[in-house]
């Protein structure tokens, strides 16, 4: 089970910091990430990280801006997002992943790459 939490109502150029706690399933041996979808619009895979924390993947429409970090003891993933714009504006849910490396399958949201979902936060982001 995965169980979001942080999202919120921000201002432009304002941040949150999302949390994911994991229960019922091996956290620390998965590659994790987060995931949204706006109204009307496509699931989106926006990073994710290895189970060592060594390597990370962002869309590039986040890079440079979300910063996604795990602490295995605390079967937690967070994702700090900064300088939010509007089009941020979306669900956001964290997925465990089937393997121990970010593939590609895994950030398109396929199936059969993916062992869990959260239930999401909403992360609203005003102009």
């Known amino acids: 089970q995965l169980v979001e939490s942080g999202g919120g109502l921000v201002e432009t150029g304002g941040s949150l910091k999302l949390s994911c706690k994991a229960s019922?399933?091996?956290?620390?041996?998965?590659?994790v990430g987060w995931f949204r979808q706006a109204p009307g619009k496509e699931r989106e895979g926006v990073s994710c990280?290895?189970?060592?924390?060594?390597?990370?993947r962002y869309a590039d429409s986040v890079k440079g801006r979300f910063t996604i970090a795990r602490d295995n003891a605390k079967n937690t993933l967070y994702l700090q997002m900064d300088n939010l714009k509007p089009e941020d504006t979306a669900m956001y849910y964290c997925?465990?992943?089937?393997?121990?490396?970010?593939?590609?399958?895994?950030?398109?949201?396929?199936?059969?790459?993916?062992?869990?979902w959260g239930q999401g936060t909403l992360v609203t982001v005003s102009s």
């Open positions: 997925a465990a992943s089937s393997y121990d490396y970010c593939s590609g399958a895994f950030l398109r949201g396929e199936d059969n790459a993916l062992d869990a």
């Open positions: 019922g399933l091996t956290f620390a041996g998965r590659a």
């Open positions: 990280i290895t189970p060592n924390s060594v390597k990370t």
